[in-house]
């Protein structure tokens, strides 16, 4: 039996040809819209400058004054006549050069006359070799020299630690070290010129309050005469 449909009219034969082909353009479609791209359009700006065709300017009408010219001046009546030579007087001035001839008295200066002031030079002297040490309050009855220099040193600790205070911004920061504190004990037996040096400013504040506030002092004495004594002591900050 033949079949009565023709199979060349057969419309599925080709559909998955056709199916590729719109495919193909509606994704080719599709990436050109993607990559189209638009650009703002400059608006020109013209700038246009307005200057009138003609310009009136008012001149002033000034009025030009005729001042007479001044008389010529006259010509003296009487020519005197005055010799170029004047006669003019030498003054003499005398050398104050002395010469070979002239004799130059001695000065004589008598001792007495002449007033000597002696000056004595200030001179600070180490704490190590100091003849007398400086005598700390509560070291007075000790007479030997050796006791009274290892009470001094003691006292100085005990004074450090009894008025140490750690400063709160280092301890919050964590500042610690060692600062170097270097001061003099004067003829009247005070604590001048104090010097620091240390990791932090703030611990060396805190070492200079501490060494200020020492007690006054018999000053120390060098050949039978007060003298400045020098002293050097470490303080070391330290956090527990």
């Not at 010219?69 to 009487?78: F, I, L």
């Not at 003054?91 to 001792?111: G, L, P, R």
């Not at 007479?143 to 009274?148: H, I, K, M, T, V």
Request: charged letters at 30%; aromatic letters at 8%.
């Amino acid at each position: 039996m033949r079949p009565k449909k023709n199979p060349k009219a057969d419309l599925n034969r080709n559909s998955g040809l056709y199916f590729v082909i719109g495919l193909t353009i509606v994704l080719f479609t599709t990436w050109r819209l993607l990559e189209f791209k638009t650009y703002d359009k400059a608006e020109e700006i013209v700038q246009v400058l307005n200057v009138p065709d003609e310009f009136h300017e008012d001149v002033p009408i000034t009025e030009i004054t005729m001042t007479t010219p001044p008389p010529p001046p006259t010509a003296p009546a009487v020519i005197e006549i005055v010799e170029d030579v004047a006669m003019v007087e030498e003054t003499i001035i005398e050398s104050t050069e002395s010469s070979q001839d002239m004799a130059v008295s001695d000065a004589v200066v008598h001792v007495d006359e002449v007033d000597v002031a002696e000056e004595e030079e200030e001179i600070i002297v180490p704490f190590a070799v100091i003849e007398n040490t400086p005598i700390f309050p509560g070291c007075e009855s000790l007479e030997n020299e050796a006791d009274r220099r290892k009470c001094f040193n003691e006292k100085i600790q005990e004074h450090i630690r009894k008025n140490f205070t750690y400063p709160k911004t280092a301890l919050e920061l964590g500042i610690k070290g060692r600062v170097f504190v270097h001061f003099e004990i004067d003829t009247k037996g005070y604590v001048r010129n104090i010097q620091k040096r240390g990791p932090d400013r703030l611990l060396e504040d805190e070492a200079e309050r501490i060494i200020a506030s020492l007690p006054k002092m018999e000053p120390g004495q060098q050949r039978g005469k007060p003298a400045k004594v020098g002293y050097s002591i470490p303080i070391n900050f330290i956090m527990k």
